[in-house]
């Protein structure tokens, strides 16, 4: 009897393990491998006598090793004051990023626009200027407000896991805080440096939205792949652009994923912090004064970065109920009575984030139990294919679904969005889910096809219930990011089917700040509004344990 119940459900296991792989080869490298052998041996010629690819590769270049620097010292260091500095209202300061990184990506730049454009509220109503900071700066102030995030994310894993035992021993050497950061804190700070550098580095050249609002005709890589294939309807040279693109990115990933594992090895060597020590214990050769200015320092440092992020929201709420931005500044309720005419937009951007969050969630979940729980084959290959979307740009990625759908004449774009979200966002909740399983035994599957059940038994009734708080996480933080996505999505697109970021974007560039402002502000609080739905459905799932 339990053979034969172990083969009427292995057979639909087999069925979901072959469906993955098929979707995987299907969605992501059919597209990829397609995009590559799209430019012909003419495109290649025109592109090289061109000096487009040249331009923008230098800009690309030099934006991301620019905005990768700002951001992760600004990360590190907003890090450094949360867990070290001793600053007050730490719990405040330590919201502040993680509500600028749930935030729609573009609402940073229409929010520089508003802020530090010509007709900006700092550049032009406090400053007088009549200047522009569109361009290199302009971008570079945008992208790093936009990616710090990430960086102080990372950076404050690695500060908490540093032994505080090691730094308590070089301050009774008699080292001083200033020389116990550099020799110490600083070095074993590395790892966690290194590897948000490595992540923020392939973000900032991904990025699209920033670019395409704040840019102007500062030109890179992700805006003109678009620009070719929309403006100059030239498949070819857009393919190639991509693929210039993508090598890096490819690298930077490959990089930070050895990285990453090694680091962790060095960071378990060094130690977990210890319970009985303290992060106030102070070296005697630290004075009253040194003391005070460093919380004064750093207390001032995390006020003007929560300033600068606070700062963003309070400019679209005033944007959405100023009568002409910069200019007249009279209360009115038009901009607002705008979003009446975008409920298409924002039905389908809260539809299809929704379908590609279940079926991101759905997918990854799977994969990470056939690779890790199981001895299928192809698990090393399965692996790396579901994190690659991670190293491959969203304006490629755009890019090869749009080419790959019209040369095997799939026309259905709804479908092609939800795709594109899907693929975007799969990476994240592989990597999530993988490790909400990590931290459940293997034995209680053991146990629990030792008493008959099978494997798909034991994942939908043992796996999912134990993780289902890691894999609840998931799917908010893809359906909060897929609401606002737009690299990916601008390629494919149609008159059916509006999205609410791209006409947020299409907004701003015909100069409709307020419209802009107010779309992007209900967005916004859609956003905040089911990232807090999805927590208390955590608490009161939490509750019933």
Known sequence: MVS??????????????????????????????????????????????SSIWKKASLNTLLEVFASTFSSVLIGYIYAYAVVKG???FKR????????????????????????????????KTILGLDISLYGFWGLLIAQTLCFFPMA????????????????????????????TFFKVTLPLS??????????????????????MIVAGRYKVLAVEIYTQLTGWVNGGTSAILGIILVIPSLLLFFLQSKYLSTSMTKIALVGSRSASSSSDSLSKNDSWKSRRLSKFLLTLFTSFISLCVLAQFASLIAGTFQKLWGIDHTFTLAHIKTIGRCKSELFNSLRFSLEGAILSTFIASLAAFFVFRTKYPFKKYIDSLIQLPAAVPGSLFGLAISLFASKINFHHSNVLIVIAITIGFIPFSYRAISSAYSQIKTTIDDGAQALGASKLLTYFYILLPLSKEGIFNSFIYDFVRGVGTMSAVIFLVSFGTPLSSIKILNLAEQ?????????????????????????????????KK
């Open 4 to 49: 034969r119940s172990k083969i009427k459900t292995e057979i639909p296991l087999s069925i979901l393990w072959w469906g993955i792989i098929a979707f995987l080869f299907i969605c992501i490298l059919l597209p990829l491998i397609f995009v590559f052998l799209t430019p012909t041996k003419a495109d290649f010629i025109k592109l090289a006598s």
């Open 86 to 88: 001793q600053i007050p």
């Open 92 to 123: 405040f300061f330590s919201f502040i990023p993680f509500l600028h990184l749930l935030t729609p990506p573009f609402v940073g730049g229409l929010a520089f626009i508003l802020l530090l454009g010509r007709q900006g509220f700092i550049t």
């Open 152 to 179: 102080y994310m990372i950076c404050f894993q690695t500060l908490q896991n540093i032994n505080q035992g090691t730094e308590d021993a070089a301050k009774s050497l008699g080292a001083g805080r200033v020389k």
């Open 190 to 211: 590395f790892p966690g440096i290194i590897s948000s550098a490595l992540y923020i580095a392939v973000s900032v050249m991904s990025d699209f939205g920033n670019p």
């Open 511 to 543: 100069g409709f700040w307020g419209d802009a402002a107010s779309l992007a502000l209900v967005l916004t609080l859609i956003t905040f509004a089911v990232l807090l739905l999805g927590k208390l459905i955590i608490k009161l799932w939490g509750q």
